[in-house]
């Protein structure tokens, strides 16, 4: 399965691995359809690195996963799926951003 990712200097397709990290890609594509990532900014941007986005206050300090606006404030953020491990290998992967407790929300990097 993947997504389209429009911007306003491209597009991208981002391939989700939903076999290995189902939570992690639901959580993702509900965002989509509910378009939380329409108008996000790209607010961290390190050249020949990574680019993050998901954030909608465009800070690198906001954002939430699907399952808060579920139920609620408590489920903010969601725990890291971990196995199998999927490396950076390759240009173009994407992940989730951890919030420094091993939890997820709503941004990722590229």
Do not use: W
Not at 51 to 76: K, N, V, W
């Amino acid at each position: 399965m993947a997504v389209l990712l429009e911007t306003t200097v491209g597009d991208l397709v981002i391939d989700l691995y939903t076999e290995e990290r189902p939570r992690t890609c639901l959580n993702f594509l509900k965002l989509c359809k509910v378009k939380y990532y329409n108008y996000c900014l790209v607010y961290n941007v390190q050249r020949d690195f990574i680019i993050q986005t998901g954030d909608p206050m465009g800070t690198g300090h906001g954002g939430e996963s699907i399952f808060c606006q579920l139920y609620g404030d408590q489920a903010r953020f969601f725990e890291a799926e971990k196995v199998p491990r999927i490396k950076h290998k390759k240009k173009g992967t994407v992940s989730m951003v951890n919030n420094g407790s091993g939890q997820h929300g709503s941004q990722f990097l590229i």
